[in-house]
């Protein structure tokens, strides 16, 4: 069975953006950056052409990696999401017990997340110690400091797909 990977609309724009670059510009710079290489002789002591084989090694890698992550793409609808409990692609208010502190985090898949802007993985600790939780709930997260509590304060729908 071919394990799903949950993704905001969003964020499989994103990775097909990312790989439509890395196809049709990045793959034939390097390409162009290896010949050029080539000319310039002895390809053992080449620091130019093994540093462009080696571009091209981690973009060959990662349109693999991407068709991968795109057929097995479970694509989400975030402003569609059933917002009685924390689910991927809900947006959580969360109080900290300790500090008073209220944050704020949308719940999305490793590829999209972004603490900076809000964003964390529903696989991280924080993430997975949300998922199913209802406003009122306590959420215990164990974090590399301790363990942390903290309220679920809020459950919304994105307003971005």
Do not use: W
Not at 63 to 77: C, F, M, N, P, S
Request: glycine share 10%; hydrophobic share 35%; proline share 3%.
């Amino acid at each position: 069975m071919v394990e799903r990977i949950p993704m905001s609309i969003g964020g499989h724009k994103k990775l097909k953006d990312e790989l439509k670059q890395l196809e049709h510009v990045e793959r034939g710079a390097v390409v162009k950056a290896i010949e050029v290489a080539r000319g310039h002789g002895d390809l053992k002591e080449n620091a130019e052409y093994h540093a462009a084989k080696d571009r091209q090694g981690h973009v060959e890698g990662r349109i693999i990696e991407l068709k991968d992550k795109l057929a097995r793409a479970e694509v989400i609808d975030c402003t569609k999401v059933n917002t009685a409990k924390a689910v991927f692609g809900a947006v959580v208010g969360l109080l900290d017990l300790d500090t008073d502190e209220e944050v704020t985090y949308k719940l999305l898949g490793p590829e999209e997340a972004n603490v900076k802007y809000g964003s964390i993985s529903v696989l991280s600790p924080i993430g997975q110690s949300m998922l199913g939780k209802e406003e009122g709930d306590d959420v215990t997260v164990q974090t590399p400091g301790g363990t942390r509590e903290f309220e679920v304060i809020s459950i919304s729908s994105s307003t971005e797909p």
